[in-house]
């Protein structure tokens, strides 16, 4: 009833648009004239993002808020096309011989949003500057690796830097400059694709703050105003010389209370670009927007992470993992509970990174109560019989954790509960605690289109994004080896082994991968999102 | 009277050192670092967490803190600075409040026109038709959710009819303002009305209003004089304690409605251990709270003369 309503509203409203644009067309127009779909090349379209939690510095921005802003604002040396392939953009060339140490050849004519040159200087003293201790930038660790790291970074609590630069970053000429790394990293050119490699203007090292609220960057689009809470402006650099020229004029990011809002305004016209739908309108957003409905996978995954360090799995066999993994019903919970919003999982790389394999994990991800019964008993049979899955309660995963329990409970008869943390801090606080029952929900979205970036940051002794404390001498070995392999193509392979072999340790059990369920309104078109689930800002066309 | 004002002016500096020293403690127990929070899933090390700590200066004692903070608010006004952005929390209080105060203004004098009208209306007609049809009203009103009724109005209103724009937009204009306001204001509509209706039909039933009635007085001074001032004392201590309320319980018609609010942004800075922008949103609460109550004791004077403050 209500569905047949709006679509009478909608008509009403898209025949008073073209009597207006027949109106008001005049004469610069006419060549465009009665094309669908013509194109309106200095439209600016809006989009929902909420507040940016950091002031806008690259090196500063890790929520996807904020991140959204920055990268449009600033461009990097090189980018990723939907396939995962390295395209330069700010640099002419990114060469290596060794894979240790990096030669990067800037493109000549390019500018920041305030008329200064890009040069060696803009990305070496930026670099230094947000791996600089004192500058205390939540992505300083990026630069880990690079030689000098730990003299700007130093790893003790409260230590002072001892030099002011990394030595492994040498400036050849005003556009040529080397990275030299610690070790061998073949994939380390795709790293130059994240936000915090970014230049930095003079200007920003005069007052970095103000500089975070008014940023100026060399990227496809000049920031123009923040009115906090509200909106975000930035209009297009016609001076732009990189190869993602934006093709509308602009971007406005709007902030809404909910993204049931935002769906409102979407239907109402008053934003055009969604990033997510809200569950309430998850079924019906497809009846409601027809072919502007957005369902596509992005390169995330959800998985159940394993408390290593608990009694329940220290001296546990593998195989009882495995046996809860197939008792999980992925199938049917991404279809119900998750609204197909998700896309069952078959090993622990996303889809659309360099190196994913399809069915990685064999039967492991494949629903089978009792091929899953018979793993557990072989191993030995859940320590306690019983297992908790810890999840934070404000992001909306209580319904699916419930899900999960119970596919496990009706398949296993292994005892399963909720472990529900008020919110995403105090559930960070119990995984960096070793506070962890026994199952965690961890969630990982790519950063640069490699498999390392998933297995690497999430399986390596100590690193960060190791939130299970997994610990694996072999496999730790293999990672090595991995990362120091001669070329890309022979690291992405040697990753891939190390995937295969993912499934005799089990340091999590995959779940599924995320899909972007989103939509546009009528007065855009050619509306794509990225690996990373955002939409691609400057592909976007606003039509007459 | 001024030295009755003085005295509860002075009174007002303990209950506000109080207040904020127990949010901010609270605040400081509750589970969860905010400067971790900003690293999410990705992790973080423990180096640049430690020299983030030094420079916000939450790795002083809690006590310290508490003490820069307040030595802030009282000699320069600052209210330091939010946690993530760096923005200076008077900043974010001065997006936060004309919006909400607007918002709850509106759903104030909503509530005392309609919620007295409808109280008096009630009351002077106690036991008949009107009476009744205000009670199931009011017992309507009181038991649908906030939440529930914000939605029927957008459904009804904005999709149905197309009278109203679903969500308010970034200017706040008081237009848009009105269907929020009516949602907010309705469930304090109809208690003022039930309080109104309560106590009018008790003192209609006073001796002094039999001698009123008595003297021969018209009727529009024995109502609007006599019942009135004497029935509105509970009405007026309800309502000064609802501003406070409208302005800081306002977190699901924020939500609902899109209005960037207090509400919303106390909620947020809950969630995201934002402790100095919690306190001074508090802070500013606290004190609308003191002065409704004070302003709601001199009127008690106004309204009952047999109250003398010396």
Redesign the interface.
């Known amino acids: 009833m209500r569905g047949a309503k709006s679509a009478k509203w909608v008509a009403g409203a898209a025949i008073i648009a073209l009597a207006a644009t027949a109106c008001g067309g005049g004469e610069d127009s006419k060549s465009n004239e009665g094309a669908k779909g013509a194109v309106d090349p200095d439209g600016i379209f809006s989009i929902e993002v909420g507040e940016p939690q950091n002031p806008l510095q690259p090196a500063n921005t890790m929520e996807s808020n904020g991140s959204i802003v920055t990268d449009a604002i600033f461009s990097q040396l090189v980018d990723y096309d939907p396939a995962g392939k390295l395209e330069m953009i700010n640099a002419e060339s990114v060469d290596t011989t060794d894979s240790k140490l990096w030669t990067v050849k800037l493109k000549k004519d390019w500018k920041f949003h305030d008329g200064t040159p890009v040069t060696s200087e803009s990305y070496v003293k930026a670099w230094n500057w947000a791996a600089n201790i004192t500058n205390a930038q939540t992505n300083a660790s990026w630069f880990d690796g690079i030689k000098g790291y730990a003299d700007v970074h130093p790893a003790e609590e409260g230590a002072k830097p001892k030099a002011d630069a990394m030595s492994g970053l040498k400036i050849v000429d005003d556009h040529t400059f080397t990275i030299e790394l610690d070790a061998p990293l073949p994939y380390f050119a795709y790293k130059l694709g994240y936000t915090v490699y970014s230049p930095l203007p003079e200007s920003f090292y005069a007052d970095p703050k103000a500089a975070g609220e008014k940023p100026v960057g060399n990227g496809a689009y000049k920031f123009e105003s923040w009115d906090h809470k509200k909106q975000i402006k930035v209009v297009r650099n016609d001076d732009y010389k990189g190869l993602d020229k934006a093709k509308n004029g602009g971007v406005i990011f709007k902030n809404y209370t909910t993204i049931e809002t935002a769906y409102e305004d979407l239907k109402s016209g008053n934003v055009d670009v969604l990033r997510q739908i809200g569950p309430k309108d998850l079924p019906v957003y497809r009846a409601d927007l027809g072919d502007r409905a957005v369902d596509k996978a992005y390169s995330a995954i959800q998985t159940l992470g394993v408390a290593m360090y608990q009694k329940q799995w220290k001296d546990t066999d593998p195989k009882v993992l495995q046996g809860l993994s197939m008792a999980i019903d992925r199938d049917t919970i991404t279809k119900t509970v998750l609204q197909g919003t998700r896309e069952p999982a078959t090993g622990w790389v996303a889809k659309g990174v360099l190196g994913y394999q399809p069915n990685v994990a064999g039967d492991v991800t494949k629903y089978d109560p009792a091929k899953a019964k018979a793993l557990i008993k072989e191993g030995g049979g859940v320590p306690g019989n019983k297992i908790f899955i810890q999840f934070n309660a404000d992001g909306g995963h209580k319904e699916w954790v419930e899900a999960v329990c119970n596919s496990i409970t009706q398949a296993t008869g292994v005892e399963c509960a909720g472990d529900s943390k008020a919110d995403f801090q105090a559930d960070l606080d119990a995984r960096d605690a070793k506070q962890v029952k026994s199952f965690y929900r961890g969630g990982w979205v790519l950063d640069y289109p490699v498999n390392a970036n998933f297995i690497s940051d999430l399986f390596r002794t100590g690193a960060a994004g190791n939130n299970g404390f997994f610990s694996n001498k072999d496999l730790d070995a293999k990672i090595k080896a991995a990362d120091t392999a001669p070329s890309l193509d022979e690291s992405v392979k040697a990753y891939q082994e190390v995937e295969k072999e993912l499934v005799n340790y089990m340091p999590t059990i995959p779940l599924w991968y995320y899909k972007v369920n989103a939509g546009y309104s009528e007065k855009v078109q050619n509306v794509d999102y990225a690996q990373d689930g955002d939409p691609i800002l400057t592909q976007v066309e606003v039509k007459k | 009277m001024g030295r009755y004002v003085a005295r509860r002016l002075l009174q007002m500096i303990p209950v506000f050192i109080g207040t904020t020293l127990l949010i901010f403690l609270m605040v400081y127990t509750?589970?969860?670092?905010?400067v971790?929070?900003?690293?999410?899933?990705?992790?973080?090390?423990?180096?640049?967490?430690?020299?983030?700590r030094?420079?916000l200066g939450l790795d002083q004692p809690i006590l310290v803190q508490y003490w820069e903070y307040m030595k802030g608010i009282v000699l320069h006004f600052d209210f330091g600075t939010q946690i993530?952005?760096?923005?200076p929390v008077t900043?974010?209080l001065g997006?936060?409040f004309p919006v909400t105060l607007r918002l709850a203004g509106m759903a104030f004098v909503i509530e005392i026109v309609l919620g007295l009208g409808l109280g008096m209306a009630a009351g002077l007609r106690a036991g008949r038709l009107t009476d009744n049809v205000v009670l199931v009203l009011t017992l309507l009103i009181i038991s649908i959710p906030v939440f529930v009724l914000g939605f029927i109005v957008?459904?009804v209103f904005?999709?149905?009819l197309?009278w109203i724009?679903?969500?308010v937009?970034?200017d706040a204009t008081w237009g848009e303002l009105v269907a929020p306001a009516i949602v907010l204001g309705s469930l304090s509509l109809a208690y003022v009305a039930r309080l109104t209706r309560t106590t009018m039909a008790e003192n209609l039933r006073s001796d002094y209003m039999r001698t009123a009635v008595a003297k021969g007085l018209p009727r529009r001074r024995i109502v609007g004089v006599h019942l009135m001032r004497n029935s509105l004392i509970p009405v007026i201590t309800f309502l000064g304690t609802d501003l406070g309320a409208l302005m800081g319980g306002a977190v699901v018609t924020?939500?609902?409605?899109?209005?960037?609010g207090i509400g919303?942004?106390i909620f947020e800075s809950i969630?995201?251990?934002e402790g100095t922008t919690l306190v001074g949103l508090v802070t500013v609460l606290v004190l609308v709270y003191l002065f409704m109550s004070l302003l709601v004791d001199l009127l008690y004077a106004v309204l009952d003369p047999r109250i003398r403050y010396a």
Do not use: C, I, W, Y
Not at chain 2, 30 to 34: F, K, R, V
Not at chain 2, 40 to 52: E, Q, S, Y
């Open positions: 509750l589970p969860g670092d905010p971790r929070g900003l690293f999410g899933d990705k992790g973080a090390d423990p180096a640049t967490l430690a020299a983030m030094h420079q993530a952005s760096g923005r900043d974010v997006d936060a957008k459904s904005a999709f149905e197309g724009a679903p969500n937009s970034n924020e939500g609902l409605f899109n209005v960037k919303g942004t969630v995201r251990r």
